[in-house]
């Protein structure tokens, strides 16, 4: 049969109700009704499963679809069977089958009723399945979500991988791969796989114009900044992510704490309590879902206003598919990500005991995922760049719909060191990664470099004069304006394009963006703990220092006793004018308010009145009091004066970690005495001589105090003074 004997817009209308295709629907549909092996890339809402449905019904004989999802199969074949007057025109084949099940869907084959088969590549494979469909007239094998036949893709499945030689089985029939995302890696793997080199490719745009795409640093004020944002889309549908069920959990508490409809999902709770919270954000009883990726597979709700990442995804494919759930009707989506290095750090933890080859795919994903958080340049740019697009930053729809476009970096020229970048790939032969490639230009020698001799080269540390982190901007922006590219075959190589080459013999100026810096102070100790994430008034915070001057000096003490920094500007963000709301500021808990509040509450209502400050009530975000337990737990156990090695066991906490939630507690105004494990570590002149230190000190920071006392006290006895300290003068 061929295409053009069927008129395709009186079958669309027939079977579907349409009167026109979307964007590549009819080309795609054509060229299946054709016989050709096809090859479908187009995002998720984009109308992917008509480019089989339709020609499966039209065509003589059954369609086999291959799909990895059981809830997306039922989906599909009920929409299929409210089509038709036979309940048997689509049929599911898998696991949840009983053998009557089973018996019925042989029969309706048999008989010629069904034209769409949906089957699990595990069901496909199997011995009886395929005597089976071997006597049966297969029209085509449509192959849904191909990319996870890739390793490259975010959703590897290895079963995947045999569906080459099952369908070989089935005879010479045409077979056609649909994926919602694929980079070009991707692409050339499903390709590859499935023996198809001359497919027809139909690859729709990605850029998805109507969402704005927000990258924030974690702080540890994350939830405040959540509760925040989730408010100012009130009623509105929105989807959270976060990488483990104990998150989603204390997430979704703390939003419904906070009186927001939220429900959690994720695949420890059963599949009853599953499908009726999906239930209840599709009906809209609820507004929010916060959920592990486990989530929305099936979910087709139009009308998502926000998704946001709690944890960065492992790779941009799953960011993409995640953040494409956000307007899907068209109206503004808002993709807001928070990333912090040290959750990257954590995803390479959980890939250490995977083999190598994987780990090594893992690494250059989530590479390419922190290029994506740190880059300055337009995040759809970036984003389309890694699925092989081209987009014009200025001119291109949605080009300002990125936090990086509306709030642009300072640009610097980079004329010359682009120039250099670009002959250090060709003096190193193209053979290198991009780590190797700095370490030539900034003079570092590692195993790779030694072995091929590349410090003996003219160009080795000829970049010196610039930090690795200057460099690694420049490569990553060099490689979305198409100077470099990564190599397919040896993914993550860095390659010199024709363009770059062309730069060398005759430079322009580049004019290059200074990427995010997204690192909160290093110092681990608990004053950088609590940055917030609004802005805020600074006004405010000045005159609040002020008084925290007066007050400390009233009571004999350092200012950082009453209270610290991040909690004066926590309260220059949510203006409390109670003892009550004054508890709920970063870092200051009941005790502290109530022994040093008044004032600072009576100035702070002073300033909202003479300022007509309209006061954000709800941003006083109210805990869920899930740390509760464990700080009765810790004061409790102090008490009876048990070791601190002993506390931080019973809890399956490091040393660090008691230190920090013991902090946590007398900043917030509780007292700890911890006299008698101090006793077990110092001597009383020690003891006095640090305590004596904190009363005169400018700063309770305590890198500025290991470096005062030069060595003399160990850093973790200096913390443990200063709590002694904080808990005695302060609280």
């Known amino acids: 049969m061929n295409s053009t004997e069927i008129d395709l817009h009186k079958e669309l209308k027939k079977h579907f109700g349409f009167s026109q295709f979307k964007g ?9 009704i054709d016989g050709n092996n096809t090859f479908v890339i187009m995002p998720t809402g984009g109308g992917k499963s008509l480019c089989y449905q339709l020609p499966a019904l039209v065509l003589d004989g059954m369609a086999i679809v291959v799909s990895p999802l059981i809830a997306l199969m039922k989906n599909q074949v009920d929409s299929i069977r409210s089509l038709s007057s036979e309940n048997g025109i689509a049929h599911v084949l898998n696991s949840s089958l009983n053998k009557t099940e089973i018996n019925q ?15 699990a590549p595990e069901s496909l494979i199997k011995e009886d399945n395929i005597t089976f469909l071997r006597g049966i007239n297969i029209s085509f094998v449509a192959i849904d979500e191909a990319h996870c036949i890739s390793e490259w893709g975010h959703d590897f499945r290895p079963e995947y991988r045999n569906l080459k030689n099952t369908i070989r089985q089935l005879g010479n029939v045409p077979v056609i791969g649909l994926t919602a995302t694929a980079t070009p890696k991707v692409q050339e793997d499903i390709l590859k796989n499935l023996d198809m080199p001359d497919a027809a490719t139909f690859k729709a745009s990605f850029n998805r114009a109507n969402l704005y795409y927000e990258v924030r640093t974690k702080t540890k004020n994350i939830e405040s900044d959540i509760i925040r944002f989730v408010k100012q889309y009130q009623g509105k549908s929105g989807v959270i992510y976060c990488l483990s069920r104990k998150k989603v959990d204390e997430i979704a508490e703390l939003l419904q704490v906070n009186g927001i409809k939220t429900v959690p999902y994720h695949a420890g709770l ?3 309590t599953r499908a009726k919270h999906q239930d209840m954000f599709l009906m809209e009883d609820v507004d929010v879902v916060v959920a592990t990726i486990a989530f929305g597979m099936g979910i087709d709700k139009p009308d998502v206003r926000f998704v946001i990442h709690h944890d960065i995804p492992k790779s941009l494919e799953s960011y993409y598919q995640e953040t494409g759930r956000a307007g899907r009707d068209g109206g503004e989506g808002h993709c807001l990500a928070y990333y912090a290095y040290k959750d990257i750090e954590k995803l390479e933890k959980f890939l250490s005991g995977k083999p190598i080859a994987e780990q090594e795919i893992g690494f250059a994903l989530l590479q390419e995922v922190v290029a994506y958080a740190e ?10 760049h890694y699925f092989g697009e081209e987009f014009d930053e200025v001119n291109g729809e949605g080009a300002d719909m990125d936090d990086n476009v509306r709030h642009p970096k300072k640009k610097v020229e980079a004329q010359k060191q682009l120039k250099l970048v670009l002959q250090c790939v060709v003096d190193t ?29 003219s160009i080795f540390g000829k970049g010196k004069d610039f930090e690795d982190k200057y460099w690694r901007a420049l490569i990553r922006q060099a490689l979305v304006a198409g100077y470099l590219s990564k190599d397919i075959e040896t993914y993550g190589v860095i390659k010199i394009t024709e363009k770059g080459l062309d730069y060398i013999k005759n430079p322009v100026s580049f004019m290059m963006s200074e990427d995010h810096d997204h690192e909160e102070n290093a110092d681990e100790d608990i004053i950088s703990a609590g940055k917030s994430s609004g802005s805020s008034d600074e006004v405010l915070v000045g005159m609040l220092k002020e008084l925290r001057k007066k007050v400390a000096k009233k009571q004999a003490v350092p200012p950082f006793v009453v209270f610290q920094d991040p909690s004066l500007e926590d309260m220059a963000l949510k203006y409390p004018i109670t003892i009550d709301e004054l508890s709920n500021v970063h870092g200051v808990g009941e005790g502290k308010a109530k022994k040093f509040g008044s ?8 300033y909202v009145e003479d300022n007509d400050i309209i006061r954000p009530d709800d941003l006083v975000v109210k805990s869920t009091g899930a740390n509760s337990g464990l700080k009765l737990f810790i004061i409790q156990s102090i008490d009876r004066k048990l070791s601190l090695p002993d506390i931080a066991k019973t809890k399956g906490l490091s040393m660090d970690d008691l230190i920090k939630e013991m902090e946590n507690i007398v900043y917030s105004g509780t007292k700890l005495n911890i006299k008698y494990w101090l006793d077990e570590m110092l001597d009383e002149e020690q003891q006095e001589e640090i305590h004596q230190y904190f009363m005169e000190a400018e700063t309770d920071d305590i890198v500025v105090a290991v470096k005062e006392f030069d060595g003399d006290y160990e850093f973790d006895e200096i913390r443990l003074m200063r709590i002694n300290f904080i808990s005695m003068v302060g609280n």
């Open 270 to 272: 059963d599949a009853k």
């Open 24 to 32: 590549l629907q009819e080309k795609v549909v054509r060229s299946i």
């Open 599 to 606: 004032e600072f509450v009576a100035l702070i209502a002073r």
């Open 375 to 384: 880059t300055s340049i337009s995040r759809r740019k970036f984003l389309l």
């Open 429 to 457: 032969k193209q053979m290198y990664k991009m780590k190797e490639v700095i370490y030539t230009l900034i003079g570092t020698v590692n195993a790779v470099i030694k072995s091929h001799k590349a410090d003996a080269l």
């Open 105 to 119: 869907v042989h029969k309706d084959i048999a008989s010629g009723i069904t034209k769409l088969l949906y089957v």
